[in-house]
Every structure is written in structure tokens, then in C-alpha cells.
């Protein structure tokens, strides 16, 4: 499709040139719906779509036509223009149509920025178009949250827009009504509606569009599923996922962002259904380098002033404790529940996929990790370093499959959706390696879920020895002071097992080389989820003298997989135990994990 020259001089336009040529500051995912923008422009007529450049600038006119700002300094009582990121955004949705219906192509929209950057007062005043210029007869619009007091926030903007001795008049002369818990426009019996999860009813409602407001803190899919089931008799209903960035990276919102993310990379199927606008900063970029801000606010300098933003900067480092929410609020970064370990930006920036080759090319060490028999264990292989000195980490890890969905339940982790997700995934084996990795490449998945209410160490014991011999390991460690039949096997069965105290003592250099690995880039571990959730509840405890352990900061969390890693690498560094007849738990300086 070749745009007119109208297009081409509109705001929606500029801004996705601008974005291209780089005179307007974005991340990397910014950059990629940009691109996918014109991709859609070049193969419109052959994937049955066209852009309807009336009706997209037909919302963005809406919004300075008929909404006033009604807070703010210096723009209270002043028209409502849309930033040209947000122009963007809904000349996309209502623009793009399909030839044959007419019909809108978009339903879904995933919308990440930091806060303060305008997505209450976007959303009210979107929620205010549908119901009165979208075609669309007693239009249904939810803002859905977790409580409904959040969901109030986005419906009290737009309630603000009619009411407010500052607001724009010509919304009450064209049908807009307040009551205590509506919007109502006469003109077509259009509603919008505050819908919390703890809201007393959730029945009877029939969505045209859902506005899933700060999706981050909603724990599960229950208000969203309801209400696109809730839509299924509308003609073009709109799902709208608006957020900032959280503190679980095992949420509904993390996973279903992975796999927007996935579609803009081209690792994931197409949706041409679905719209992505991530704000956020690139792998590597410096978080306190006041210039990478701007990717992750794009109203930086256009409301939001930098002065406010390195006055909020200054309190993190003045108050470390305000350091998370600095990170997650103003800079729309993930971060962990509490202070990691290792923290997740920097885990993440080792998870290419985990080669296989390398194991067998220079060597590996394995480490098991004898649990409780009802809790993960898991046996893992560390390769020695390569050239690069970078070193691959692959984990099996093993729970009871009779327990897996109460164990989800109470973690609050999808352990059966991992025991259905194929290791393959995360790793990467070479083409003359595949014969002898066909387990591998089709049966190993990322949770091993053995028959019972037990972990079966039978089956632990068939895993580790065939991956011992596969992956050409040079020795198994384990702890020596919970050892059972299964390593008693393992030696009759011809492996190497070398012993391992889980003190403190032993633990310190491999723990800290492991820290070194990882903030240089050098730990490949694929991305695996499991061991990505694992870190978020895996902490330190430091004794006087400076020596470290990992340790567990809540009961639901687990972190197993991450105690084989550290000991795989005590065998990369050789590190060895002293011989001694005394028991360990007789020494009053031993420090163990819990």
C-alpha cells in the first residue's frame, strides 16, 4: 500500500520516520514495531488489509476537539492532544482495516511504559471515543483491575473529563453522564465501568472494550479471561493491556509480554491481530545514565521533566531501598520481589541458548542435589570455560507429578506448564550431535515429573547417569553429609563422585565466581524460566568473614537448581575439601544452607 501524501505529513507518520532515522530516542522494541509498521504498509493488499487514514485521525482529533486537560500545571483547562507516541498507537488500532469486513484488524493491544508517562488519561479518553464515535450500540467499557479502587483511577480521569469545572463543555452537550459508578452516554446507551477483582459482581456484562489496567499486579488471568468471554458477541472488541513494569517475573503480565516481545523479533507466529508498544531501555544500557531514560519515557521533556526524574533518581540512591521502585515506576524495568542474588537484567543478558557442543568440547562438571523427596532436586552440569571463557549451565530438575498443581497453587509458579515445555527451547545441539541427543531434542522437558507423591529417585538416577555419559562429564559433586542409596548407585555404576560440604566455607568461591560469570556475560544458561523464578527467591548470607552461601528468602521459594550451579563450578575450580574424620556437624563455625 502506498501512503498518500496526507499520511506521510500526519503526526503518526513522523513520528514512525522519526523513530527509523533515530531523531527520536526509543528502545529496541520501539524500533521494531516501527518496523513492523511498515512491513504491514508493504504487504497490506496481499494480507486483505488497508489503512483507513480518516478513521485513524479520527480519534486522535477527538481527544483536543472535546477533551481538556484537568490537572496538571500549566495544561489544566487546555485541550488534550495526544503525544505523537500515543497518536501512533491509536491511528494503528482504528486505522487498519480488513478488505473484506471492514472490520478493525487490531483487538489487542500490549502498551508498557513507565509511569507518570499518560496511560490514565489516554485510556479515559479512549474509553470516551469508543462509546461515542465507534459504530458500536450500548458499548460496553470495563477498566479492569485487581482491586476496584486501581480501576477507579482510569474511570475518575474520565469521569474528570465531563465534570470538572474545567472540562471541555461540548462532552455533556454531545450525551455524557456521570452516576456513582457509570459514565453513561445517551446517544447510543454506551457505559463504562470500574471492574476490580474483588468488585461484588462480575456477571452479566457484555465488554466491548476491556482495559486491563496496570496488568503487572494482577495475579492471575481471571478479570481479563472474563472479560473477553464476555465480548464474544461483540463485532470489534478491544482488549487493552496497559502497564509499567512489575516485580514478579513469573506473572501473567512477564510471560504475556515474553511472547509479545517474540512476535516483534520474529521468534514467535505473526498475530496481525495484535498491537505491542514496549517502552523500555536495551539489554546492557546503563539504568543511571540519565539519556537512557528516554527510551522508556516518551514523554520525557514533553510533561515529565527530567528535574523530576533525577529528583526521584537522587532519593534511590540516597535510600537504596527505593531502588526497585525507581526501576520498576520510572524506568519500566522488571525487577525481583526482594534483593537477588544475582539481579534479573543481569541474568538475563546470559540467556542465549545453552550449546550442547561445549560440554563435550572442554569438558563439564555435574553436581546433585538431594532434597526432600517431595520438593524439586535436580542434578546439573557446568562446562569448563571456553575461549571466551564463557560456561554453559543445563539442570534437570525433578518433582513429585502427584503434587504438581497443588505445589503450583501454593508457589504461585505453573510448574505443570514447565513439566510440558520442552528443553529443546533453551538449548541449542549441533547437527552431528543430534542422533545421540534425541532425547534431548524431543522427550526432555524443563521439569522432569516423576510418578507419585514422591520424587522417584530411580528415574533421577536413569537421568543423571545418561546425561553423565552424554555430556562426557568429568565427575558428579554431591554432599557428602545427605547422601542416599541414588549416589551410592551412581559409584557402582562407574561414575566419578567427588564429595561437597554445603558450608559456608565451601560455598564462597564458587558462589562468588559464579556472580563474577554472570556480570561479565560469561554464564549461558539458555533463559531458562525455571531457573530465572528460582533466582527471584535466592538470597546471600555473608558470614564475618565475608565468606558466602545462597539462602532461600521465603519457604514457597526454591532454589535447588541454582545450589547444583554453584557446585558444578566448585569442580570447574577444583576446589577441594580437606580430608577430615569429623563430622561437620560437630564443627560450631559451620554455617549450612536451608
Not at 15 to 34: E, F, M, P, Q, W
Not at 339 to 358: A, C, G, R
Not at 423 to 452: C, Q
Not at 461 to 473: G, Q
Request: glycine share 6%; proline share 4%.
Amino acid at each position: 500500500m502506498k501512503p498518500t501524501k496526507e499520511m506521510l505529513q500526519s503526526v503518526p507518520f513522523q513520528y514512525a520516520n522519526d523513530v527509523r532515522s533515530g531523531k527520536i530516542v526509543t528502545g529496541k522494541y520501539i524500533k521494531l514495531a516501527v518496523e513492523r509498521f511498515f512491513r504491514w504498509l508493504d504487504t497490506a493488499e496481499e494480507d486483505g488489509y488497508y489503512l483507513d487514514h480518516e478513521a485513524g485521525m479520527r480519534v486522535i482529533n477527538f481527544f483536543p476537539m472535546f477533551i481538556n486537560h484537568t490537572k496538571g500545571a500549566g495544561i489544566a483547562g487546555t485541550p488534550f492532544n495526544l503525544a505523537p507516541f500515543q497518536q501512533f498507537t491509536q491511528y494503528n488500532l482504528f486505522g487498519w482495516k480488513s478488505t473484506t469486513t471492514g472490520h478493525r484488524r487490531i483487538n489487542t493491544i500490549y502498551d508498557k511504559r513507565a509511569k507518570k508517562n499518560g496511560k490514565s488519561a489516554e485510556m479515559a479518553g479512549l474509553s470516551l471515543y469508543v462509546m461515542a464515535d465507534d459504530d458500536e450500540y450500548e458499548a460496553e467499557i470495563y477498566v479492569g483491575a485487581t482491586k476496584e479502587d486501581q480501576a477507579k483511577i482510569c474511570w475518575t480521569a474520565a469521569k474528570n473529563f465531563i465534570e470538572s469545572p474545567l472540562a471541555n463543555p461540548r462532552l455533556k452537550q454531545i450525551g455524557f453522564s456521570t452516576r456513582l459508578k457509570e459514565i453513561r452516554f445517551a446517544g447510543n446507551g454506551s457505559k463504562m465501568m470500574p471492574l476490580g477483582g474483588d468488585s461484588k459482581t462480575q456477571d452479566g456484562i457484555n465488554s466491548h472494550v476491556s482495559i486491563i489496567d496496570e496488568y503487572h499486579a494482577h495475579k492471575d488471568d481471571g478479570v481479563k479471561e472474563n472479560l473477553e468471554t464476555s465480548s464474544v458477541l461483540r463485532t470489534q472488541p478491544i482488549t487493552y493491556h496497559i502497564t509499567t513494569a512489575g516485580t514478579n517475573i513469573q506473572s501473567v503480565c512477564y510471560n504475556y509480554e515474553e511472547v509479545c516481545k517474540g512476535v516483534l523479533l520474529g521468534t514467535n507466529e505473526e498475530d496481525d491481530t495484535l498491537w505491542i508498544m514496549i517502552h523500555e531501555m536495551d539489554d546492557g544500557d546503563d539504568w543511571q545514565d540519565p539519556e537512557n531514560w528516554y527510551k522508556c519515557n516518551p514523554l520525557l521533556g514533553q510533561g515529565l521533566t527530567m528535574e523530576r526524574m533525577k529528583k526521584d533518581y537522587h532519593k534511590c540512591v540516597l535510600q537504596p531501598s527505593k531502588k526497585r521502585i525507581f526501576k520498576t515506576k520510572n524506568l519500566n524495568m522488571w525487577v525481583d520481589e526482594q534483593d537477588p542474588w544475582i539481579e534479573n537484567e543481569v541474568w538475563m543478558q546470559n540467556s542465549d541458548k545453552v550449546k550442547i557442543e561445549n560440554f563435550i568440547k572442554y569438558g563439564c562438571y555435574g553436581a546433585i542435589d538431594l532434597s526432600t523427596t517431595t520438593d524439586l532436586t535436580c542434578t546439573g552440569f557446568l562446562s569448563n570455560p571456553d575461549e571466551e571463557g564463557i560456561q554453559d549451565f543445563l539442570v534437570l530438575v525433578f518433582c513429585p507429578k502427584d503434587t504438581i498443581d497443588k505445589r503450583s497453587k501454593e508457589d504461585r509458579v505453573p510448574y505443570r506448564h514447565w513439566s510440558e515445555t520442552n528443553m529443546i527451547d533453551y538449548v541449542e545441539v549441533p547437527k552431528h550431535l543430534e542422533a545421540d541427543f534425541s532425547h534431548l531434542i524431543n522427550d526432555l522437558r524443563l521439569l522432569i515429573a516423576t510418578e507419585g507423591n514422591v520424587v522417584d529417585y530411580n528415574v533421577m538416577e536413569d537421568y543423571s547417569k545418561k546425561y553423565y555419559f552424554l555430556l562426557k562429564c568429568l565427575a558428579f559433586l554431591f554432599d557428602r553429609y545427605n547422601s542416599t542409596q541414588l549416589v551410592t548407585n551412581l559409584i557402582e555404576s562407574g561414575l566419578e563422585m567427588l564429595q561437597f560440604a554445603q558450608t559456608t566455607t565451601y560455598f564462597s568461591t564458587p558462589t562468588k565466581e559464579i556472580e563474577k560469570l554472570a556480570l561479565s556475560g560469561k554464564l549461558r544458561h539458555g533463559g531458562n524460566p525455571l531457573l530465572q523464578w528460582c533466582l527471584t527467591g535466592c538470597g546471600t548470607y555473608i558470614d564475618p568473614n565475608e565468606n558466602v552461601r545462597l539462602s532461600k528468602k521465603h519457604s514457597t521459594k526454591r532454589i535447588d537448581p541454582l545450589i547444583t550451579l554453584v557446585m558444578a563450578e566448585a569442580g570447574v575450580l577444583n576446589t577441594e575439601e580437606p580430608e577430615t574424620s569429623e563430622s561437620v556437624y560437630n564443627n560450631p563455625d559451620a554455617e549450612f544452607y536451608a
